[in-house]
């Protein structure tokens, strides 16, 4: 079966505009992009503009920020600083990579946790698996990591059982390794993590019943590398779709798979922040 994240996406959209409706406070999105020319930039930004759609839909005024690739660490801690202090803005996001030349957890830590809708500052990822270790919840924070709440959210639609179950997590990223494996653990799956460094690494992922995957290398995970009737969830576009969806019982499409629930997940992280869930 093809996971429709477009259902799951609206689904979640109108579920956080119900909850926006019941306050007469305006919400502002702020997003900020570096290095918007670069091949890298450019698909952040046609990730931006379905952010920029998704949350003019429900009525969340959107403001985009770009920086040229040549910004320093100091400049660009400078302007976000200016961007997070203001006071009608209510989430700010960075969009991630940035040029490598930048130090990425010190940018994101200029987000205070009001307004971290992506959960990626010390702070908030802190919280986050501080409750994950204590209370196997959430996070002492009030919303979950989008790419923890998309996985969710398919869990729950099509009723996958987590408990008891084997996961193989491709890449161990702070977008998506890092929070989706300890989030698995904590629901009761046991995790096996694939890094670059992994030797053999289909002989661990074939045997998994999930398969969660946020690398970016296309092509990367090939149906010799799953096992008959597995999940398959590709934030990366690393599946070999056509080949491994005749063996996978659910799986992600390349187009209208995850996409649509991460852009979902960070505005009801926004209407949560502010309504206190």
Avoid: C
Wanted: charge should be positive.
């Amino acid at each position: 079966m093809i996971i429709d994240g477009r259902k799951i996406g609206q689904r979640i959209i109108r579920q956080a505009q119900d909850k926006l409706s019941q306050t007469e406070r305006p919400l502002r999105l702020a997003a900020v992009l570096v290095g918007p020319s670069t091949s890298s930039g450019q698909a952040l930004k046609k990730f931006i503009e379905l952010k920029k759609k998704a949350a003019e839909e429900i009525g969340v005024e959107f403001r985009a920020y770009e920086f040229p690739e040549n910004i320093s660490n100091n400049q660009l801690r400078e302007e976000l600083n200016k961007i997070v202090k203001v006071k009608t803005t209510h989430g700010v996001i960075i969009e991630l990579p940035l040029p490598s030349h930048l130090n990425t957890q010190y940018l994101l830590n200029t987000i205070p946790e009001e307004k971290d809708v992506d959960v990626l500052s010390e702070k908030s990822q802190g919280k986050f698996f501080t409750r994950l270790d204590s209370a196997k919840r959430a996070g002492r924070s009030k919303i979950l990591p989008p790419s923890v709440e998309t996985v969710k959210q398919i869990f729950e639609e099509y009723n996958v059982e987590l408990k008891g179950k084997t996961a193989a997590v491709f890449g161990y990223g702070l977008l998506v390794g890092k929070q989706v494996s300890h989030w698995l653990v904590n629901q009761g799956a046991t995790v096996s993590i694939i890094t670059e460094f992994t030797k053999e690494p289909e002989k661990i992922s074939k045997e998994a019943d999930i398969i969660i995957s946020g690398v970016g290398k296309p092509g990367l995970i090939t149906p010799n590398m799953i096992k008959e009737g597995a999940t398959v969830i590709d934030f990366g576009r690393d599946v070999d779709f056509e080949e491994v969806s005749k063996k996978a019982d659910l799986i992600t499409p390349p187009t209208g798979g995850v996409g649509p629930i991460v852009v979902a997940a960070v505005l009801k992280n926004l209407v949560d922040l502010q309504n206190g869930q």
